[in-house]
């Protein structure tokens, strides 16, 4: 079994179960994305408690300039989410240099999967039921200590997991079909995350939901481990240079500095577009009538239906950038999912502006062409980084898979801790029926830094017959 686990060759069935893993972390991810904000400060015209304060601030005037005498509860909540998620970001490339380090008979990434997964569940749960139903501070400080252990756990559970993607495919070919399966279950988890927590919400309730979604949670990271564990526990002999040297030798790969603010933006901009759905439907679809629900009374559904038609979106996209990513490239693909998505995401400002078509019909043209683009940019990033690795293990003679991908989540998490704040900015130009300028101005913003990242991606230059590079004896010295 040794021999047969340390060869190339992985069974289908690794790779699947392997590929499983990517339902459960969306269950949480895109459910805590999309009902998190609404559910501490939801819009002022929303006829629900708002769990957070609003902080009297000392009155500062410098010059022109007059500072705010208060925070916002929504602004409050985006500072906290910033700040909260600068702080939790910085273990990402220590959590990645342990496991590259570890040695035990589970290999170096499964101990902190095993041990881990069960407090991230539960935390989850947790960040939805606040010790009190009204604003308090209580409440800010337990979602600012149940935050960071949520955070926390979900990086032990889950970034040990990610760095097994070079050890678990090998080939090319191997890493676009685990790629294309990771989307598809992580579509299936993006629908019970965003589409079926809507409908769970109206049923029993946000702390009904959440307990329900960490059970899903839970049980599937587990059977996804159970299901590759021969082969994960096999992973490459612990690395062995320092830590100071591994962040040096990692950030001076040119290839994953081009790939990094691709990767950071689009992250920001789906961050704000997930978290702009409720409110969307809140302010700009309160009008609207279809199939016997209303806009204003139905929240969850409308909600529901728009995530489940961008996941039909993305499903449809597998098709297109699957096999542009095996005949064009990895990188084309993804240079082309970012051009789409800037593009389609412009025109969401002027959804319902188009005279005599239905705003629901013009909702659903724009939400799903702007869902096609989305295989691309969430299929590729995890493969381009294992290129990545096996790139810098031929030009440094050792396997870093943690430090990637540790560095990776440390940048992308302190950049992305800003879309909340961001966001709740945007909202401040109107985030009412009556006033949705701010909400319309999201999808724009989000274009922006698309462009941006496209701009920095044009500079990798990496081809995909990279193969992977076992680190040689010498690189242990």
Not at 54 to 70: I, N, S
């Amino acid at each position: 079994m040794a021999n047969d686990a340390a060869s190339t060759w992985r069974p289908f069935r690794v790779r699947f179960a392997y590929s499983a893993g990517n339902l459960p972390g969306q269950v949480i991810s895109q459910a805590f994305a999309l009902w998190l904000i609404f559910f501490y400060a939801p819009p002022d015209d929303e006829d629900a408690p708002t769990f957070l304060p609003t902080l009297g601030l000392p009155d500062l005037d410098v010059g022109l300039f007059a500072f705010p005498d208060e925070l916002a509860p929504r602004v409050l909540l985006g500072l906290t989410l910033t700040i909260a998620g600068i702080i939790e970001a910085f273990d990402d490339p220590i959590l990645g240099y342990l496991t590259d380090r570890t040695k035990s008979r589970w290999g170096r990434r499964i101990p902190y999967v095993v041990l881990a997964t069960p407090w991230w569940a539960f935390l989850f749960f947790l960040l939805f039921v606040p010790p009190f139903g009204d604003e308090s501070i209580a409440n800010l400080l337990w979602l600012i200590v149940v935050l960071e252990g949520f955070w926390l756990a979900g990086n032990v559970a889950g970034a040990p997991l990610e760095a097994l993607m070079p050890h678990i495919a090998k080939s090319h070919e191997d890493r676009v079909s685990v790629a294309a399966m990771q989307l598809i279950f992580g579509i299936l988890g993006a629908f019970l995350g965003l589409a079926v927590s809507g409908l769970l919400i109206d049923w029993v309730g946000f702390a009904g939901m959440a307990g329900i979604l960490a059970v899903v949670g839970f049980v599937g990271r587990y059977a996804s481990l159970a299901g590759c564990w021969d082969y994960a526990r096999t992973d490459d002999e612990p690395s062995t240079p320092g830590l100071v040297r591994s962040v040096r030798e990692t950030l001076s790969n040119p290839h994953f500095i081009a790939f990094l603010p691709g990767f950071i933006f689009f992250r920001i901009a789906q961050i704000m577009i997930t978290a702009w759905i409720p409110f969307y439907v809140a302010a700009v679809l309160g009008d609207v009538e279809a199939f016997g629900f209303s806009g204003s009374e139905d929240e969850g559904v409308f909600t529901s239906a728009m995530t489940a038609l961008i996941i039909v979106g993305i499903m449809a996209g597998i098709v297109i950038f699957a096999p542009l990513a095996r005949r064009a490239g990895k990188a084309r693909a993804f240079r082309v999912s970012m051009l789409w998505g800037a593009a389609t995401l412009f025109l969401l400002f002027f959804v319902g502006f188009v005279p005599g078509v239905p705003k629901l019909a013009q909702t659903a043209a724009v939400v799903l062409f702007a869902a096609f683009p989305m295989a691309g940019v969430f299929m590729l990033p995890n493969i381009l980084i294992a290129d990545i690795v096996d790139h810098d293990a031929e030009r440094t003679s050792t396997r870093r898979e943690g430090m990637f991908y540790g560095t990776q989540n440390l940048l992308e998490k302190s950049a992305s801790a800003f879309a909340p704040l961001i966001f709740a900015l945007v909202l401040l130009a109107g985030d009412s029926a009556d006033d949705p300028l701010g909400i319309r101005l999201v999808g724009p913003v989000g274009g922006v830094l698309l462009l941006v990242g496209w701009f920095s991606f044009r500079r990798y230059a990496l081809y995909d017959d990279v193969r992977d590079a076992e680190p040689s004896e010498a690189a242990s010295t």
